[in-house]
Structure formats: C-alpha cells, structure tokens
C-alpha cells in the first residue's frame, strides 16, 4: 500500500514541480499537509477506540461492500467547545487503478475544553471527501473556517491516466448535522504523454468571501484565476468552464 501511495505521490509532485514558474505561486489560504499514515496524533488513540471499537493498535479494518478498508486517525476538528470530528484514512486493500480507499469523519462528544476521554460517539460517516486510486484515500489535507460558517474539511487525492497526471479537492463542510460535499476543484494537471505535451498548472484556494465565494489560483504553464460561488443549494460552483484540462 506504502508503494503504491508513493508512485502516485512522486507523479503528482513531479506534476507540480514542472508547472512552477518565477514569479512563485501564490499563498495557499488553507494549511495544506500530506497524509501521515504512519503517525497517530496526540490524544486520537481514545477517541479512535470509540469509533472504531474493533481497532488494534490505533488501526481498523472494516468490510464495506466487496473491500476490505484499513483506517488509522489523521487528526481532530473542533466543532464546539464540547465536540470534535475525528477523520481517518481507509486504505484499500485492493490496490487496482480502479480501487479507491476512504476517508471517514467521526463526530465525538466530549467534556468542556480540548477533546479528551471520555467520547462518545454521535454520528458516523465513511465515504468523505476525495480519495485517490491505487487504493489510496486522501493524500493531503487540511481545514479552515474562512470558508463557510462551520469548518471546511480540504480533502486531495489524484492519479495518473496514460501520461496524464490530474489532482483534484473536494471540500467538506462539517456541519451540526453531519459532514457536506460543498465543492469539487481540480488542483493539477500535467502531460508527459508526448514530448510536447503541456507541463501543466497546479491550482491553490487564495481567497475567500465567507459563505459566499472563493478563488483558486494557478500557476505554472499559465496563469489566472478561478471562482467559485456558492449557490441557494449552499454548493459552490465555477461559473462557466474550467481552463484547466481534465484527466
């Protein structure tokens, strides 16, 4: 699984690394991270024993349809001061083009103050935000509150099809209720299929009007900007098409 992550990390890295160009490419709004699966964040262990009761040493497997899923926490979202969401990463076992893992996102209730045991569980979600091929979840991520009222969970994943390389976000709103898609984004896309083929842009969330719209900008091969608005179905959407090509 370790292999397979990394072949479409390093892909998706030389992807990036080909679309930057002087001047650097702007400031990302959210705090982006790769996924760590072999860390386990401080005081995750407790609260991942309650949404997961059959975990063996801050890791779980779960059958979900015909696969076999292996989730291990990634890192705590505070909802309130008596409330947090727990997300986790399910790697596939099937490790195919076609497989992909997980991510799930756990909502925990907890004494006043920073979350710690005892939990328990309110609410239980396994399929969140993007997810990667090769049987891999997300293989970055991240979380801000400058895009809607409650937090937004930043989930990326991508792969390479014939020489294409595409990367992709979905944002995730972690509502009282329970987690929202509210946006899909494509991060990146690079050519190596041809000698001449396109080196490609990579795209980061520069800014934001709370509630209302955000931009994405691209650097690289070209330059320019992207919004995305937030509709009466409190989805955001790309008025028109996007310049960047898909995989």
Not at 118 to 126: A, K, R
Not at 174 to 188: E, K, V
Not at 220 to 236: N, P, V
Request: charged letters at 20%; aromatic letters at 8%; a negative charge.
């Amino acid at each position: 699984m370790q292999a397979s992550k990394t072949v479409i990390t390093l892909c998706l890295a030389a992807a990036a690394a080909a679309s930057v160009v002087a001047p650097a490419a702007a400031q990302s709004l959210i705090e982006v991270k790769d996924v760590d699966r072999d860390a386990v964040p401080a005081g995750t262990p407790a609260a991942f024993a309650v949404a997961f009761p059959d975990a063996q040493r801050n890791e779980a497997t779960r059958e979900i349809g015909e696969d076999s899923y292996s989730f291990v926490p990634l890192a705590f979202i505070p909802l309130s001061d008596t409330r947090v969401a727990l997300v986790s990463t399910g790697a596939n076992a099937c490790t195919g083009q076609a497989c992909t893992g997980l991510n799930a996102v756990h909502y925990l209730s907890h004494d006043a103050g920073e979350p710690r045991h005892p939990f328990s569980l309110q609410g239980e979600w396994l399929d969140v935000g993007a997810a990667g091929v090769m049987g891999n979840p997300a293989l970055q991520w991240g979380w801000t509150r400058a895009i809607a009222d409650n937090p937004v969970l930043f989930t990326e994943a991508g792969g390479v099809w014939q020489g294409r390389a595409c990367g992709y976000a979905v944002l995730t709103e972690l509502t009282p209720s329970g987690p929202r898609d509210i946006a899909r984004i494509q991060t990146s896309f690079s050519d190596a299929s041809s000698d001449d083929g396109d080196p490609g842009v990579e795209g980061v969330i520069t800014s934001a009007d709370k509630g209302r719209s955000f931009t994405v900008s691209y650097s690289g091969s070209a330059r320019f900007d992207e919004t995305y608005t937030r509709g009466a179905d409190g989805q955001y959407r790309l008025q028109g098409a996007s310049r960047v090509t898909a995989c």
